[in-house]
Nanobody, 125 residues
């Protein structure tokens, strides 16, 4: 069993930055691919970014490429999302996800094994 806890959300003006962090508890964190998703009000949850279990490959949604950076620190059992040049459209609840057995994060979401409770990001225009 893995528990994911997000932190770092808040209110920021457009053009500003935030850094989200997801801390994982569980013995096999290092074998999990990790990712971030978000859900805006009235919209479906969407993929934001993912990172493989050993951190050698990252993936980003087109809407955040060049602005967001995902990273992981296995020593701390964390995966971070650095968000720069934030836009109003980035507003939403951001969720951390994990997938077991070395499989890549499912960008559709359904096949991921664990989810955090989410952290709110609000970007004022």
């Amino acid at each position: 069993q893995v528990r994911l806890v997000e932190s770092g959300g808040g209110l920021v003006q457009a053009g500003g930055s935030l850094r989200l962090s997801c801390r994982a508890s569980g013995r096999t964190y290092s074998t999990y691919a990790m990712g971030w998703f978000r859900q805006a009000p009235g919209k479906e949850r969407e993929f934001v970014s993912s990172i493989t279990r050993n951190g050698d490959t990252t993936n980003y949604a087109d809407s955040v490429k060049g602005r967001f950076t995902i990273s992981r620190d296995s020593a701390k059992d964390t995966v971070d999302l650095q968000m720069n040049t934030l836009e109003h459209e980035d507003t939403g609840v951001y969720y951390c996800a994990a997938r077991r057995f070395g499989q890549a994060i499912d960008i559709g979401g359904a096949s991921n094994d664990y989810w955090g409770q989410g952290t709110q990001v609000t970007v004022s225009s």
